[in-house]
């Protein structure tokens, strides 16, 4: 078995109003950790991300659960999207393997530019 993270957009180029990326593999909740930014308003939904639940390993994303933020490139703190990320962590999806999808703007510039920093984390 490879155990190689790998990144691709998942859904057609075009004028899709959301377009999706996905991330596969080992790395790919790490990856995340590092671009994602969770938004806080005053309920302070940013906490559902950084909870303390049993299920939740030391205080990072859930497995299964939906988080509302940005994409920002931690070298040059710029949002690239707002966004929102769900991450299934492994053995329970469909490949056995930690898998992330990020719901960015459709378009090319978002998608290719969130697809693009992703690579470079890994």
């Known amino acids: 078995m490879d155990n190689s993270t790998i990144a691709a957009l998942a859904t057609p180029g075009g004028r899709g109003g959301i ?7 080992p790395e790919a909740v790490s990856i995340a950790e590092e671009i994602f930014r969770p938004h806080h308003s005053k309920c302070d939904y940013g906490n559902i991300l950084r909870s ?7 205080g990072h ?4 659960k939906l988080n509302y933020g940005q994409i920002v490139d931690p070298e040059t703190e710029p949002a690239l999207d707002e966004v929102l990320v769900s991450v299934m962590k492994a053995p329970y999806t469909y490949t056995k393997e930690n898998v992330v999808e990020i719901n960015a703007h459709g378009g090319t510039v978002a998608l290719q530019a969130i697809l693009a920093l992703v690579l470079r984390r890994g």
């Open 19 to 25: 377009g999706i990326i996905k991330i596969s593999g």
């Open 61 to 64: 994303f859930q497995s299964h």
């Open 52 to 58: 303390q639940s049993p299920e939740n390993n030391n």
